[in-house]
């Protein structure tokens, strides 16, 4: 009897141990991958509102570049009037304002207060605006062309209309490459965005996009699975021990905890510290063009879940010693009391 009830006993603490450290992880869960309101941090504590998004999409970008659009070999459409124009057509405050409405439709779904996940970017409304800051940029180039009909000039080189200023001509070049592509035409929504990217190569963790309100769902379970059988399991280490066990039992489980979150807080620590000053080739994985957008959001993104996991963990840690320590005195007080009285 004795034997099954250290076996039970040893059992319940191991599920006690097992579901404090899974609230953990799901408290950290809970303050940062879903909480909406800390994957805004991220993206803008990264600046990348201020350009670099827009940098990454024209360097990462060629096939509906403007220039083979131009009808003049003499203008030069580079990715970096291409992104200059960008800039100024996209604002940081358009871009932040979109982005977040986009999380915010993103969390709506996964929590599940929306039966779809849908957004609109009306990029369509930036059209006429991207057409001036573009040939704005393309105007110095138009300007030393040579007006037509002004001098005798071969067929294959490029020159102005004389009833067209450079301003004008700059407009109407611009105007007339991207007539020719679909660039900025319509809204951006989920629809066109899927459309865009279906025959592209499968990105990992695609197939798991359409689980994730399950996987909410799931959660959402586990916060109350998890502290239930956490109390059952005190309560059974508690309950199975004879009287005089159960203080002994109580502080082997508190120590027991404690050796657990001392597992979880380690690793976390050391991330948290290392990523400070490594990317663990992170650029060399993504890119040089890409790695400037994504690396550092990634870093902000681990370093911020380890922060977490090492606050929650500590603090589950330090309380699980304090109550180790305050059993353990209880438990020597008792054996000196039970000395005397013999």
């Excluded at 409304?125 to 573009?134: A, M, N, S, Y």
């Excluded at 067929?155 to 900025?184: G, K, Y």
């Excluded at 996987?215 to 109350?224: E, G, I, N, R």
Aim: net charge neutral; proline share 6%.
């Amino acid at each position: 009897m004795k034997i099954l009830r250290m076996i039970v006993a040893g059992l319940a603490g191991f599920a006690c141990a097992v579901s404090l450290v899974g609230i953990v992880y799901l408290f950290t869960l809970q303050a940062t991958v879903m909480n909406r309101s800390a994957v805004k941090s991220w993206i803008s504590d990264n600046k990348i509102y201020d350009g670099k998004l827009i940098t990454a999409l024209v360097q990462t970008s060629s096939a509906d570049s403007p220039q083979s659009n131009i009808p003049s070999s003499a203008i030069n459409v580079s990715p970096e009037i291409i992104k200059s124009a960008m800039v100024a057509t996209f604002p940081p405050d358009f871009v932040q304002m979109h982005t977040e409405a986009v999380i915010d439709s993103a969390y709506d779904w996964i929590e599940g207060k929306s039966p779809e996940f849908k957004f609109s970017i009306p990029i369509d409304q930036k059209r006429d605006t991207f057409i001036q800051q573009l040939s704005k940029s393309l105007e110095p180039q138009v300007t030393v062309l040579p007006v037509c009909g002004s001098v005798r000039i071969a067929q294959n080189i490029a020159c102005r209309p004389p009833n067209l200023t450079a301003e004008q001509f700059a407009v109407q070049i611009t105007t007339q490459s991207l007539s020719a592509s679909e660039t900025f035409t319509t809204p951006l929504t989920n629809e066109s965005f899927s459309q865009s990217t279906q025959n592209d190569t499968p990105q990992p963790g695609t197939s798991l996009l359409p689980r994730l309100p399950m996987l909410h769902a799931a959660t959402d379970m586990l916060f109350v699975i998890l502290p239930t059988i956490a109390i059952i399991s005190v309560l059974t280490v508690i309950f199975v021990n004879t009287a005089g066990h159960r203080l002994v039992a109580s502080a082997r489980l508190a120590r027991l905890i404690f050796f657990s979150m001392l597992v979880t807080f380690t690793p976390a620590l050391i991330i948290l510290f290392i990523l400070k000053y490594n990317d663990f080739g992170l650029v060399n994985l993504f890119g040089a063009q890409m790695g400037e957008l994504i690396v550092p959001l990634i870093k902000t993104i681990i370093i911020d879940i380890a922060y977490n996991l090492a606050i929650f963990s500590g603090i589950a840690g330090i309380l699980a010693v304090i109550t180790w320590i305050i059993l353990s005195v209880q438990q020597q007080r008792l054996l000196k009391n039970t000395a005397q009285i013999q």
